[in-house]
């Protein structure tokens, strides 16, 4: 006799039907979105190489997602920015990570080069050099000038740019600090699909304006959780949020020790300033109200730099005007950073705030 291949029986034929509709459904889903839109609608990761203090130098790279398609292109001295102005210039130098960087913005359209327009505009000759860099914080900013531009005379002003959100720190480190690692399997995967599934792109990244799914995909595991957050909302960090001021104030000392001046850029939590933001997290974390509106760092930094005299911008009010008047203007969707617009808003805060501290100051250069 002679054995005979045989269809399974019972509930398991109906399953596997089920199951191969649904692949041919994905599989005809993601050939019609390639026919479609072709490559825009993939998600290509920013992989530029870095040092421990800055970006390997002279990179290119396109970076493309939903809401962006930039080109980043990183100088001699391994930043997102032109090249360094020539010796005897006098510059205003912007510290910061990846708002300052300018994330998913062209370069001329983020808020360093519109603050150097503003400047020009009010006939100030000031090069703007922009060591914003992604993923750092604190002990990195202040690491940063010491080793890099600490010697440069040309250098009249500091602006720190410090993100309240994530930047508080529990205590100092040498500032060596790598940009957050790429690693394991799970981010691998992701990775795949972002840079290879039109559908994954098309649920993802949209799914942070939806509460229902966000939700779903932040206990799925397929969407992060707030990072970094809880330090600067949680009454029981005090203690770092003291040190962390005292930090600031003892670099404005040393500047104003070597004859430098010292501005300080303060960017609010979305949730402060988006308030259909804030309704979003309220439903997609699960956390009380109190959370979010309690005292923030943010809250003690103006009031420490009052007390303090340190002349400081702060962006809460700027940011939550522009989002009352037109909810969404600011931010991206699928992303919690300015967009091309967030960025004028910023800029013009900023070079607002310059202008009525009187800064930068006219400085004769010494012979």
Known sequence: MHSEARLPRGPLLPLLVVAGSCLLTVLALELGGRLVAGGR??????????????????????????EWDVDYEINSRGFRDREPPVPGRPAVLFLGDSFTEGYGVELEKTFVRRVEAALAAAGRPEAVVNAGLQGRSLSNYLRIYEDLFAGNPDIGLVVMVFETSTDVEAAATDGY??????????????????????????????????????????????MGPLEGWTMAVDPKQKPAWEDTARRIKAFRDRL??????????????????????LEHMLAVTGLPRAMFQGEHFYDYMTTYAKANGIPFTGLLEPLRAAETAEPGCCFFLTDNHWNARGHGVVARAIADGLRRAGLPRARRRER
Do not use: C
């Not at 609608?41 to 939903?66: F, G, I, N």
């Not at 790429?182 to 649920?203: D, M, P, Q, T, W």
């Not at 609010?268 to 933001?277: K, L, V």
């Open 177 to 222: 600090v790598a940009l957050p690692g790429r690693a394991g399997a799970l981010y691998r995967v992701k990775r795949f699909l972002s840079e290879h599934s039109i559908l994954y792109n098309l649920v993802r990244r949209p799914s942070r304006g939806s509460r229902g799914v966000s939700r779903v995909l932040m206990k799925a595991g397929v």
């Open 256 to 277: 104003k020790a070597e004859g430098k001046d010292f501005y300080l850029v303060l960017i609010p939590h979305r949730e402060q300033a988006d308030a259909a933001y």
């Open 41 to 66: 609608l993939l998600d290509s990761d920013l992989y530029l190489r870095t040092t421990r203090l800055a970006y390997e130098p002279h990179q290119r790279q396109r970076w493309r997602r939903l």
